[in-house]
């Protein structure tokens, strides 16, 4: 039997054919942008989902069941959207509504829980029972697998790691508070420090990379600046690993999870981003050198951790 996963995202739709085994034999996407009301959205995910389906050369009859993760806070237990800010959801059933169009079970969950699932199982290491997935992106998404299992907490929005406090009353946060994990950690914390350096050092190579694209910075920059040996890119780079560091501390604190694995654009950086990270960290930790260290990797699974993972919401 297979899955489906479908991965939704704030502009878009991404669905894929799952293997029991987690591969994706065939997957597509739709835009989704300018959809009105949750009905149109699930409307055209479940066409899109048909749509693999007969790409893959199967049938309905060969689908087991389906998972989607969705940005947002999710009621997993109810299959219902509380309340998602970047595609305008609100109690959205969205797990009744896709039944209309596949009857089939559906499952639904937040969409870094899905890919910190599809991460777990992508590991494919049965010694590992607790496990933690970060994703640095636009924002920082979270998730926690704890004894092999999703962690959502009694509501269903547990996991929301880039929303603890690194900073009383730091940079503002998108979620309205102020100096969360997220508004240092995330891509777009990065772009903003990179642009108010170059103003801020006009003489700098940094300043002239972001002159050269536009009079934008964006995540690549500091770190190229940095390899150059430009003082203001290192600084940049040391600071922003710090603000990770610091975070990925507190959450190895509160779950000693065997694995942590980062993701997201910024970890196209590799060793420049792991390794003085894992230095930031590991001697950090609560009984650093007297207990296991938890191990810090980058994640492997790239854009195909959500399907992969929605479809393992479904496995479940
Ligand atoms: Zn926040």
Redesign the pocket.
């Known amino acids: 039997m297979y899955y489906i996963g479908i991965d939704l995202g704030g502009t878009g739709a991404k669905a894929g054919i799952v293997t029991e085994e987690g591969s994706i034999i065939a997957k597509s996407s739709v835009p989704t942008k300018g959809l009105e009301g949750y009905e149109a959205v699930v409307e055209a995910m479940a066409k899109l989902a048909i749509k693999v389906v007969a790409d893959a050369g199967l049938t309905l009859d060969d689908i087991k069941a389906v998972g989607i993760g969705c940005p947002g806070s999710v009621d997993d237990k109810n299959g219902v959207v509380y309340y998602s800010n970047n595609i305008v959801m609100e109690n959205a059933p969205i797990c009744d509504e896709m039944k209309k169009y596949i009857d089939k079970p559906i499952y639904i969950g937040n969409d870094a829980n899905c890919a910190a699932l599809g991460e777990f199982f992508n590991l494919g290491d049965d010694s590992v029972e607790n496990f933690v997935a970060i994703t640095l992106g636009t924002g920082v998404g979270g998730g926690v697998i704890l004894g092999k299992k999703l962690y959502t907490g009694f509501n269903g929005v547990a996991g929301e790691l ?2 603890i406090n690194l900073c009383f009353g730091g940079e503002s ?3 309205g ?1 102020k100096g ?1 994990w ?2 240092y950690a995330s891509a777009t914390a990065l772009i903003r420090d990179t642009e108010r350096a170059a103003k801020a050092n006009p003489d700098s190579l940094v300043a002239s990379m972001v002159a050269k694209n536009g009079g934008k910075a964006n995540g690549i920059i500091p770190f190229e600046a940095a390899k150059a040996g430009d003082s203001v890119g290192k600084t940049l780079v040391d600071n922003y690993i710090s603000y990770v560091g610091e975070g990925l501390v507190d959450i190895i604190n509160i779950f000693q999870p065997s694995i942590v694995a980062i993701g997201g654009g910024i970890c196209n950086q590799g060793d420049n981003l792991l390794i003085p990270l894992r230095e930031y960290v590991i001697p950090r930790t609560y009984g650093a050198g007297l207990v296991p260290a938890t191990e810090i990797i980058i994640a492997k699974l790239g854009n195909d951790a959500g399907i992969i993972g929605a479809a393992f919401l479904a496995k479940k």
Do not use: K, Q
């Open positions: 880039g929303h946060c998108t979620c508070r969360c997220e508004a």
